[in-house]
């Protein structure tokens, strides 16, 4: 077994404020993912990494950047908050590149700007 | 174009019985894999169960079984003896096969209330 730990937990900042969340999974999973959720809503991609240092955008990456300098974590940065943004960022990582394979998720950081 | 649509928003059933989520998904590829998730009031997100494309029984793992109706591209979630601790949101998602980077397509999802 493994698991994905997602640092912190809650993140309060400021608008216009860079701000920077982090991964770790010890699955030894190749491919990450970053995922937004707004409140009641679905799971957004931001970006993804097939393997260390490969990043591919998602449908969301405007506003953001990320960063996968070792297999095991991938970071991810809000380069200007956004006042009053309130979202949930996930974490997910999954073996290899087999389409059959599930995702296993990180418990969130749940973001709130003022 | 949404990839995947869970028409669904929440559903309250009561406990001891079965509830159906629908779920549609829209793909050019011959080869493709349907997943459902399971979002507890914690936040937690799980796999439940996999449907693979070319297959032609419905999936079942302990009391959530799949409707696969390929005709229709259609993946149903069904959970049989509901019980209070279902309660939660349930996404359902898809990966084509042809896709080398694999991402998943995810549904809305569809919030379950189950009640005593």
């Known amino acids: 077994g493994g698991i994905i730990t997602q640092t912190p937990k809650f993140l309060i900042g400021q608008e216009g404020q860079k701000l920077t969340l982090k991964c770790q999974q010890n699955?030894?999973?190749?491919?990450m993912y970053w995922y937004r959720q707004d409140s009641g809503k679905g799971l957004r991609l931001i970006y993804y990494s097939i393997t260390e240092n490969d990043l591919q955008k998602g449908d969301l990456s405007e506003g953001y950047d990320a960063s996968r300098e070792k297999k095991s974590s991938f970071s991810l940065t809000v380069t200007s908050a956004q006042k009053n943004e309130m979202a949930v960022f996930l974490c997910a990582s999954r073996p290899g590149l087999g389409p059959y394979a599930e995702q296993f998720f990180g418990p969130g950081t749940r973001l709130t700007v003022l | 174009a949404q990839k995947v649509t869970q028409t669904q928003t929440s559903i309250s059933v009561v406990e001891k019985t079965t509830v159906t989520m629908d779920c549609v998904y829209e793909?050019?590829?011959?080869?493709?894999?349907l997943f459902w998730y399971k979002q507890t009031a914690s936040g937690e997100i799980v796999f439940l169960i996999r449907?693979?494309?070319?297959?032609?029984e419905n999936a079942t793992v302990g009391h959530y079984s799949l409707n696969f109706q390929k005709p229709k591209s259609s993946i149903g979630l069904i959970i049989t003896a509901t019980q209070i601790e279902d309660s939660a949101v349930y996404f359902c998602?898809?990966?084509?096969?042809?896709?080398?980077?694999?991402?998943?397509?995810f549904g809305a999802g569809t919030q379950l209330i189950v009640i005593p």
């Open positions: 998602a898809m990966r084509e096969g042809r896709s080398a980077l694999g991402r998943l397509h």
């Open positions: 449907q693979d494309s070319y297959k032609k």
């Open positions: 793909t050019r590829d011959s080869s493709y894999f």
């Open positions: 699955f030894n999973h190749d491919t």
